[in-house]
């Protein structure tokens, strides 16, 4: 066994394409450039791309033709997309981002309860500024659940559930969280926040493709995911699942000719967006399922964050002194954090500046985040990865990181 093997455990064996090429040749990723940030914007291969093309030039040659029969086609795409969730096509509305499937339930949900709204302080920056703006207008406030880090199941319902009382009108809480790519106990708050009669909307932007059956033991009345990350569909794909009796009062964003159908069919029909993306994005799905299977393919990039997390991890303590490792008490696959040196991403902003810094002077695309004024490098594999990217990151990049680090001081 090597001296790495026996420092952070042995490497998970690349990925291959069925003619023995590199999994990341399936990409157009640039190479000049390291990837270990998929879960910002995700990654789409190339028969995705080439089927969206396909999709644009019929668009393109015949759109008076195009336009009358879109319904008909992203009804088909729902059926296809449900069953990969495991959903009710009847259940699933298309929505460009997980943030535009909050907004529709903040738009349309009329004030329930003293008008308060519960979050968590692990929510996505956006969708907590809807909520915000939500209680504005119900002449109501937001309620922030502090949850631990290192919060297991148990604290972390208690935590929630401590926020809500009689002048609760909504709950929001992910189900995997951006910043500190952790999970959260929605299932558990879903059951209780329904036997109290609150509506439940789970934010799981970055759960397709990363858990097997998001909705499975899930009761919640919205349900809002991104494709375009995990499941590698073009970008602008995501969904917006709603159960239950305040179904019915969803809408577009937009007002468009399909008004008058039924939830979802009223959805499919918004004048000329080009909605390429959610077409094409089957080919995506099929393509990883095809090709290594959604099992295997989530196994490797789980193994794969954990053997990251671990080398740069071991570079950082090296750096600092100081355990690099941490404790996010319900860890997610494929997902993990490595906390940075002092002085490095302690607010947004300056976890933003990282994040823009890097490509250029370090060679990589990284998530850098914040949580509690203490910055973290957010790990998200994908199949594309490989223990190269995080030995490069680990023996090139962390040393600058100190560099940093030490000029920020």
Not at 158 to 169: L, P
């Amino acid at each position: 066994m090597s001296e790495t093997e026996t420092e952070v455990g042995t490497a998970p064996r690349p990925l291959s394409l069925d003619d023995g090429r590199p999994a990341a040749r399936a990409w157009s990723l640039d190479p000049a450039l390291r990837h270990l940030n998929h879960g910002s914007f995700g990654a789409v291969p190339l028969v995705a791309q080439e089927r969206q093309r396909e999709l644009r030039a019929l668009m393109e040659s015949a759109p008076v033709v195009w336009f009358p029969e879109l319904p008909r086609r992203l009804a088909a795409a729902r059926v296809e997309l449900a069953a990969f969730l495991g959903a009710d096509p009847g259940d699933l509305a298309l929505v460009p981002n997980a943030s535009a499937g909050a907004s529709v339930v903040y738009a349309d949900l009329e004030r329930r309860g003293g008008g308060e709204i519960v979050v968590t302080d692990h929510g996505y920056g956006a969708v907590t500024m809807g909520a915000e703006r939500l209680a504005r207008r119900w002449g109501g406030r937001v309620r922030t659940a502090r949850v631990p880090l290192d919060a297991g199941a148990e604290q972390a319902y208690e935590a929630v559930m401590a926020e809500v009382g009689e002048d609760t009108g909504l709950v929001v809480v992910d189900q995997i969280t951006s910043a500190t790519a952790r999970r959260l106990p929605v299932e558990r708050i879903g059951a209780e926040a329904r036997r109290r009669g609150v509506p439940l909307l789970v934010d799981g932007a970055h759960a397709p493709g990363l858990i097997a059956a998001p909705l499975e033991g899930l009761t919640c009345d919205f349900w809002t995911g991104n494709l375009h990350k995990w499941g590698c569909a073009p970008r602008g794909t995501a969904v917006l699942v709603a159960r239950g009796p305040l179904r019915d009062g969803l809408y577009p964003l937009i007002d468009s000719w399909g008004a008058a159908d039924p939830y979802p069919d009223r959805f499919d029909q918004q004048g000329t967006v080009d909605a390429t993306n959610h077409l094409a994005a089957p080919a995506a799905l099929d393509f990883v399922d095809r090709t290594w299977g959604w099992p295997a393919a989530r196994r490797y990039m789980d193994e794969l964050a954990g053997y990251g997390a671990r080398v740069v991890g071991a570079a950082l303590a090296e750096l600092t002194g100081a355990d690099a490792s941490v404790d996010v008490g319900m860890p997610v696959p494929g997902m993990r954090l490595v906390r940075l040196p002092d002085g490095l991403a302690d607010s947004r902003l300056a976890a933003d500046a990282l994040r823009d810094r890097a490509p250029a002077e370090l060679g990589v695309e990284a998530a850098f985040t914040s949580f509690g004024g203490v910055g973290y490098l957010r790990l998200s594999a994908h199949v594309y990865n490989t223990t190269e990217d995080y030995e490069y990151f680990a023996e090139r990049c962390v040393p600058v990181l100190g560099e940093w680090a030490r000029a920020v001081r």
